[in-house]
């Protein structure tokens, strides 16, 4: 592992550390010790070095050496002359804990509500969208009579739902039947899945890079060996992906065609048949991540679905309303062939029995008002992405991205190598962000920021106005350790 690669490994395992009580050296001594006992540092690595750490977190180096000392003089860590600072071998006694998977650490930091703007950049999610939400649900509940007089349980989804989501696929180019539907609890619950049924460490995945965190949180808790493929704007770069599938003979693909987080692009038609003929060459499964697909911004509806021009190939489609009607609502879907769904089915059992038959019926209902329900989320979002994109110009003028056609979220490049210290720096200003080495595997993403613009706009101005002084503090101190330096 190079030395880039230990410090971007190291401060993606700390997380949003400078958040929480006591000082700056306190709360870092802390989030060094949560890695140990998580035992996400391999001993026979160094930690950073006091000088680089301290400059790639955005805090004097007395902080870092202050935090180490402290450690070491808990027998913690140990300082060799000459060498670095290591963990020692005798650790504590692990937590029983699970892992600390980034999506989940980070959406703890994300207030519920009061402080809108505070959360404002880093929650790629939007306001139930009224009067739809409100009255699907007043809907389900008059509706719950005879799902109260029986068990209530329903492992593969209601009927109903199946029935009304294999419709709304098949109107979009997509031919499915009820039986080829599985509901799941939102799209994340969909990944993990699918992850599931190919997943055993060390399987290897080929990812888009930038990728979704949460699905990489998912192949990560699998054991698998993760490859990323770049993400141009028409989407996946598909020469580069087909030289990994020779290479590396992966157990899965995971890609988005419509509405690409973090990046909002989406693929040409022309792309979506050349990639369904390439799938249907290679045999490999894949997982095509459409969450965000209903988000276009630019287009009256989604395009047709990769997997709609595919003959043979073994591949699943996530799907979702929770980003276009509320995140809230957690239903989402699998479609693939029956064979697979009966599987994926039985998998599911393991764990969990199916999702409240009211939220199934509410998303019934809402189903059948997609295409108003999209217009009326394409105005919202055409105009909170100007309002974004305004601000950014205003007072950040330096900073550059591609307009997304999808989505709710712009993928931004600082031209600054470690926006990792940038949302240290940000959340003392009382604001979250999410680092764009979050998106990334390996030495990816240092210099961007994924800002999201789904919340109303007030809230996106005084986010902006944060983010702003955030980013003078940080270029301030930046300059103060250059020079020190």
């Not at 489609?317 to 957690?330: M, N, P, T």
Request: charge should be positive; include cysteine; proline fraction near 6%.
């Amino acid at each position: 592992m190079t030395r880039f690669a230990q410090l971007t490994s190291f401060t993606r395992a700390l997380g949003p550390w400078s958040t929480g009580d006591g000082t700056l050296q306190q709360r870092l001594e802390r989030a060094v010790q949560s890695i140990i006992e998580r035992d996400a540092w391999d001993t026979a690595h160094p930690l950073p070095p006091d000088r680089v750490l301290a400059r790639t977190l955005g805090v004097s180096r007395t902080t870092v050496i202050g935090a180490y000392e402290a450690l070491a003089s808990r027998e913690l860590i140990e300082r060799r002359h000459g060498s670095g600072t290591y963990l020692r071998e005798r650790r504590p006694v692990r937590s029983s804990a699970p892992r600390d998977l980034s999506s989940v650490r980070l959406a703890m930091q994300f207030p519920g509500g009061g402080d809108e703007a505070s959360g404002a950049l880093a929650v790629g999610s939007m306001p139930a969208l009224d009067p739809w939400v409100r009255d699907a649900l007043t809907r389900a509940q008059k509706s719950m009579g005879s799902h109260l007089r029986s068990h209530g349980m329903s492992p593969a989804g209601l009927l109903e739902l199946r029935e009304r989501i294999a419709t709304y696929l098949s109107d979009g180019a997509m031919a499915s039947r009820p039986e080829e539907v599985l509901v799941t609890g939102g799209s994340q619950m969909a990944i993990a899945l699918v992850a599931q049924l190919y997943l055993k460490p060390g399987a290897v995945v080929l990812v888009e890079e930038p990728a979704y965190l949460g699905a990489l949180d998912v192949f990560e808790q699998c054991g698998a060996r993760l490859e990323g493929v770049p993400v141009t704007p028409q989407g996946i770069d598909q020469d580069a992906l087909a030289r990994a599938v020779e290479r590396l003979r992966p157990q899965l693909i995971y890609f988005s065609s419509t509405g690409q987080n973090p990046t909002g692009a989406v693929m040409p038609l022309a792309s979506r048949r050349r990639l369904a003929r390439l799938l249907d060459q290679w045999q490999v499964p894949a997982l095509e991540d459409l969450a965000l697909a209903e988000l276009v911004i630019d287009l009256d509806r989604p395009p047709p679905p990769v997997a709609s021009f595919t003959t043979r190939a073994p591949i699943w489609i996530a799907g979702s309303v929770s980003k276009l009607f509320w995140s809230g609502l957690r239903i989402g879907w699998l479609r693939a062939h029956r064979s697979l769904i009966d599987t994926a089915a039985r998998l599911r059992l393991i764990s969990d029995m199916g999702s409240s038959p009211m939220q199934q019926l509410a998303a019934q209902f809402l189903i059948e008002d997609m295409d108003e329900a999209r217009k009326q989320r394409r105005a919202e979002l055409r105009k909170r992405r100007t309002l974004l994109q305004a601000e950014l110009v205003r007072q950040l003028p330096t900073w550059r991205w591609q307009e997304p056609a999808a989505g709710m979220c712009l993928w931004v490049d600082t031209g600054e190598a470690h926006t990792h210290a940038l949302t240290q720096i940000a959340a003392r200003h009382g604001l979250m962000l999410l680092p764009g080495n979050t998106f990334c595997l390996g030495d990816g993403g240092h210099s961007h920021l994924r800002l999201a613009f789904g919340a109303v706009e007030p809230a996106i101005r005084e986010a902006i106005s944060r983010l702003g002084k955030a980013w003078h503090s940080y270029r301030g101190r930046s300059a103060q350790l250059h020079a020190a330096v």
